[in-house]
């Protein structure tokens, strides 16, 4: 379950960014779209679904390649296309 991603100096984003998974605290008739996974002692949330809206030339889909990134480096150790 990702909860929260943070990345910095990835193409657009010199400056970083949070992508935040998880409900704000004071978000009421959303319980049919919010996961519950019990880690130890402790219960975390986090939301089903997320949409990334914006002008054009924003830095959407480079949020979304970031994220590639960092899973063909946990996956692979590295980001090469071989």
Known sequence: MLL???ASNYKSF???FIFDMKPAP???D???S???????NKTLQGLSTAVIY????SG????IGSMHAMKMIVERGHIRNN
Do not use: T
């Not at 914006?54 to 030339?57: I, K, L, R, T, V």
């Not at 959407?60 to 949020?63: E, L, W």
């Open 60 to 63: 959407k889909s480079n949020i």
């Open 54 to 57: 914006g002008p054009n030339a």
């Open 34 to 40: 919010i996961l519950k996974e019990n880690v130890g």
């Open 4 to 6: 929260s991603f943070s």
């Open 26 to 28: 004071k978000q009421k």
């Open 14 to 16: 010199v400056q970083p």
């Open 30 to 32: 959303l319980e049919y």
